[in-house]
């Protein structure tokens, strides 16, 4: 008897890489292949189990000639191939705005400068040998900045090593590496100060280059509701059915048709979650992207929910969850092209649900009689941007309704549960998102403009 073991294992490192097309249904990721703190559009993603985002492909079987029992009695023909799934993600805020501005379809940035006087930490200076040091010749204002550092000039790949405190004056560093001059980097670390940075090794092509520093405290992302979405490129890694751990599968002109994000608030391990689903083209193999090691991954935990309501405080929900239907598909039509041709956008909406813990009966009745309410939900996350300033998402309800309330018992307090939906204002059609965080405006296909 053989005794080969056939226990399966565990050894598939499967990944997802997300980029916003800036160029709709364009080449992944429209000409840009970098991540976001390489001055490109790639994000990495933490999902919370493997994602079910596959191929599809349909198969039509005619049915059988009269008289006889059996149902399929010819070989199918293809029909159409398409890419669809979806998966869980803990929230963090590299990703939560690409997840909010494909359902929703429209962003603006703000950015907001770092430096005592407008942006700038260091003027150019000459990039000439490996192993070259920088200072700064301004220190980062208001107790953090994330560092632009723009290399300019003619050059090859290289690395920068940043030492320097973050916003609590804990010492600490980071690694960039870059693939070629011209290029913008970004830190993923916010730092007070920086006691310098090091140039690691770059190569050379035809000229020396130069670099530059700007400090940046934070940017704040603004998504509300627009007429067209994005499309997004996803890149699936290490699937077995690639055929070698060098390739990976590669899905364009994806867009999310529905976002549901889940708040446990009362929950004691309790993590914000959320989950897209998306419908694009079917992938391609291609050569798998190189996966940088990133800094630490900075979950939300659920207990940061803050609720205003009628502008007034009440911060004792332990339980919400939103849901936008985006409207969002591909159209198939009779043009000879067995994929999808082109990204639909239909109507959208915004709907939820919520526990809230009762005081009194006063309470109950002003809960009960609601009609039209001005939602504004805040989570303030532990994550430092600067030393009063941390990364958190606002969003404003203004014109929100109340449907299917309950009361139930909730360990012997009094628990009020309800859906609300939102109806279009004049102010913020659904709902108007603000995600403040250290995540450039070009990860989201945007550009970073810095202010005086």
Same mark, same amino acid.
Request: charged share 15%; glycine share 10%.
């Given at each position: 008897?053989?005794?080969?073991?056939?226990?399966?294992?565990?050894?598939? #490192?499967?990944?997802?890489?997300?980029?916003?097309?800036?160029?709709?249904?364009?080449?992944?990721?429209?000409?840009?292949?970098?991540?976001?703190?390489?001055?490109?559009?790639?994000?990495?993603?933490?999902?919370?189990?493997?994602?079910?985002?596959?191929?599809?492909?349909?198969?039509?079987?005619?049915?059988? @000639?009269?008289?006889?029992?059996?149902?399929?009695?010819?070989?199918?023909?293809?029909?159409?191939?398409?890419?669809?799934?979806?998966?869980?993600?803990?929230?963090? #805020?590299?990703?939560?705005? @690409?997840?909010?501005?494909?359902?929703?379809?429209?962003?603006? @940035?703000?950015?907001?400068?770092?430096?005592?006087?407008?942006?700038?930490?260091?003027?150019?200076?000459?990039?000439?040998?490996?192993?070259?040091?920088?200072?700064?010749?301004?220190?980062?204002?208001?107790?953090?900045?994330?560092?632009?550092?723009?290399?300019?000039? %003619?050059?090859?790949?290289?690395?920068?090593?940043?030492?320097?405190?973050?916003?609590?004056?804990?010492?600490?560093?980071?690694?960039?590496?870059?693939?070629?001059?011209?290029?913008?980097?970004?830190?993923?670390?916010?730092?007070? #100060?920086?006691?310098?940075?090091?140039?690691?090794?770059?190569?050379?092509?035809?000229?020396?280059?130069?670099?530059?520093?700007?400090?940046?405290?934070?940017?704040? @992302? %603004?998504?509300?509701?627009?007429?067209?979405?994005?499309?997004?490129?996803?890149?699936?890694?290490?699937? !077995?059915?690639?055929?070698?751990?060098?390739?990976?599968?590669?899905?364009?002109?994806?867009?999310?048709?529905?976002?549901?994000?889940?708040?446990?608030?009362?929950?004691?391990?309790?993590?914000?979650?959320?989950?897209?689903?998306?419908?694009?083209? !079917?992938?391609?193999?291609?050569?798998?992207?190189?996966?940088?090691?990133? #800094?630490?991954?900075?979950?939300?935990?659920?207990?940061?929910?803050?609720?205003?309501?009628?502008?007034?405080?009440?911060?004792?929900?332990?339980?919400? %969850?939103?849901?936008?239907?985006?409207?969002?598909?591909?159209?198939?039509?009779?043009?000879?092209?067995?994929?999808?041709?082109?990204?639909?956008?239909?109507?959208?909406?915004?709907?939820?649900?919520?526990?809230?813990?009762?005081?009194?009966?006063?309470?109950?009745?002003?809960?009960?009689?609601?009609?039209?309410?001005?939602?504004?939900?805040?989570?303030?996350?532990?994550?430092?941007?600067?030393?009063?300033?941390?990364?958190?998402?606002?969003?404003?309800?203004?014109?929100?309704?109340?449907?299917?309330?309950?009361?139930?018992?909730?360990?012997?307090?009094?628990?009020?549960?309800?859906?609300?939906?939102?109806?279009?204002?004049?102010?913020?059609?659904?709902?108007?998102?603000?995600?403040?965080?250290?995540?450039?405006?070009?990860?989201?296909?945007?550009?970073?403009?810095?202010?005086?």
């Amino acid at each position: 008897m053989s005794t080969q073991d056939f226990t399966p294992k565990d050894v598939f #490192s499967q990944g997802l890489l997300v980029a916003v097309e800036t160029d709709q249904r364009g080449e992944a990721p429209s000409g840009n292949n970098l991540f976001w703190f390489q001055g490109g559009t790639w994000v990495q993603v933490v999902t919370q189990d493997l994602p079910s985002l596959y191929d599809r492909q349909e198969l039509i079987f005619p049915a059988g @000639h009269a008289g006889k029992r059996s149902m399929n009695t010819q070989p199918p023909v293809q029909g159409r191939r398409w890419g669809d799934g979806g998966f869980t993600t803990v929230v963090t #805020s590299e990703f939560l705005g @690409h997840l909010l501005y494909g359902a929703l379809g429209a962003a603006s @940035h703000n950015t907001v400068p770092g430096a005592t006087v407008g942006s700038a930490l260091m003027a150019s200076s000459g990039v000439e040998a490996d192993t070259q040091q920088f200072a700064l010749e301004h220190q980062p204002s208001g107790g953090g900045a994330r560092l632009q550092i723009n290399l300019l000039g %003619t050059g090859g790949s290289g690395g920068l090593r940043i030492a320097g405190n973050d916003p609590d004056g804990t010492a600490t560093s980071e690694t960039i590496t870059f693939d070629q001059f011209p290029t913008s980097l970004y830190t993923r670390t916010s730092f007070s #100060s920086v006691t310098g940075i090091d140039m690691l090794s770059f190569e050379t092509a035809s000229a020396a280059g130069s670099i530059s520093v700007n400090g940046i405290s934070y940017w704040e @992302h %603004t998504f509300t509701a627009a007429t067209t979405n994005p499309t997004f490129s996803i890149e699936r890694l290490g699937d !077995p059915a690639a055929g070698a751990t060098s390739k990976s599968f590669m899905h364009v002109g994806m867009v999310v048709t529905d976002l549901t994000m889940n708040n446990p608030a009362e929950a004691r391990d309790g993590v914000i979650t959320v989950e897209g689903n998306w419908e694009g083209d !079917p992938s391609v193999t291609c050569n798998a992207k190189g996966v940088q090691e990133a #800094s630490s991954i900075r979950i939300w935990p659920a207990w940061i929910l803050a609720l205003t309501r009628d502008n007034s405080v009440y911060n004792r929900v332990t339980n919400a %969850t939103f849901s936008i239907p985006a409207g969002n598909r591909n159209y198939r039509s009779a043009a000879g092209v067995q994929t999808p041709q082109g990204s639909f956008y239909g109507a959208r909406e915004m709907t939820g649900a919520m526990d809230v813990l009762l005081a009194d009966e006063t309470e109950f009745n002003r809960w009960r009689g609601a009609s039209k309410q001005a939602f504004r939900m805040v989570w303030d996350s532990p994550w430092k941007l600067t030393s009063t300033i941390n990364e958190k998402l606002e969003a404003s309800m203004l014109n929100t309704y109340l449907e299917n309330t309950d009361t139930t018992d909730n360990d012997g307090m009094y628990m009020y549960s309800s859906d609300f939906r939102m109806v279009v204002d004049s102010a913020n059609d659904i709902v108007a998102f603000k995600l403040t965080n250290g995540i450039p405006a070009d990860a989201y296909g945007g550009s970073t403009v810095m202010g005086a």
